[in-house]
């Protein structure tokens, strides 16, 4: 069955310390790959997404991702945390093809980031 | 700007009441969803639509309906059958396949 896992539900970090939120997926093949972010109470914002090529990308606030296909993988990191980037993150995949969800997003059930002094 | 409207945000439902929430979109998106979200359980599809007049359910469309009568509306009732309808919900919408989704800013339901 397709999958998304995003295995920390939770994850402290120091402002100004390095993060990586992890994901990992599980489909039949290379799906499109898409990081969001929520604060509370509001929609989703994209932060960045991977479809093909260079497996390195770079988003938006400063964030970027990492495709590892060997590891079925899309890890999410920025160098230096601020205090504004306290919020949820979700992983998203899209399928290839899929006639059963209208080629709906799937995500994995989010981290949930608090950013300490 | 062009984006999704969500209204109301905030929307409380007594029991056994159908209450409608609306989405409307200005992007020229075909594809449009609707989510759910609670606490600990990321989003969850509740309907979706690809095209004018046709929508499909999704993985929890029990107690819900929705219509498409217009490419930028996509309203969603919550019936009385939805038993815990409390939840912040989402709508979205794409392009077409292979591109993000874009979301509204939310609606949540609460049943007092």
């Known amino acids: 069955a397709q999958s998304v896992t995003q295995p920390d539900i939770h994850i402290t970090v120091s402002e100004g310390a390095s993060l990586e939120l992890r994901c990992n997926y599980s489909y039949g093949a290379t799906p499109y790959l898409f990081w969001y972010v929520q604060s509370p109470g509001q929609g989703l914002q994209l932060l960045l997404k991977y479809f093909s090529g260079d497996t390195l990308v770079q988003g938006i606030k400063g964030f970027e991702a990492e495709f590892k296909r060997s590891q079925s993988s899309f890890n999410l990191r920025k160098p230096s945390v601020h205090w504004s980037d306290a919020a949820e993150y979700f992983c998203?995949?899209?399928?290839?093809?899929?006639?059963?969800?209208?080629?709906?997003?799937?995500f994995g059930k989010g981290t949930s980031l608090l950013v300490t002094p | 700007d062009g984006g999704i409207t969500q209204s109301p945000k905030y929307l409380f439902r007594k029991e056994g009441q159908n209450v409608t929430l609306s989405c409307e979109q200005n992007?020229?998106?075909?594809?449009m969803y609707w989510y759910r979200q609670d606490p600990g359980q990321g989003l969850r599809l509740i309907y979706y639509s690809q095209i004018v007049n046709d929508f499909q359910k999704g993985d929890i469309a029990e107690g819900y309906s929705v219509s498409r009568e217009k490419k930028e509306s996509f309203p969603l009732t919550v019936t009385s059958a939805q038993k815990n309808p409390t939840a912040f919900y989402l709508c979205?919408?794409?392009?077409?396949?292979?591109?993000?989704?874009?979301f509204g800013q939310g609606t949540r339901l609460t049943v007092v």
């Open positions: 979205a919408s794409r392009i077409g396949t292979g591109t993000e989704a874009f």
């Open positions: 998203a995949v899209g399928p290839l093809r899929d006639s059963k969800s209208g080629y709906a997003l799937n």
């Open positions: 992007l020229n998106h075909d594809a």
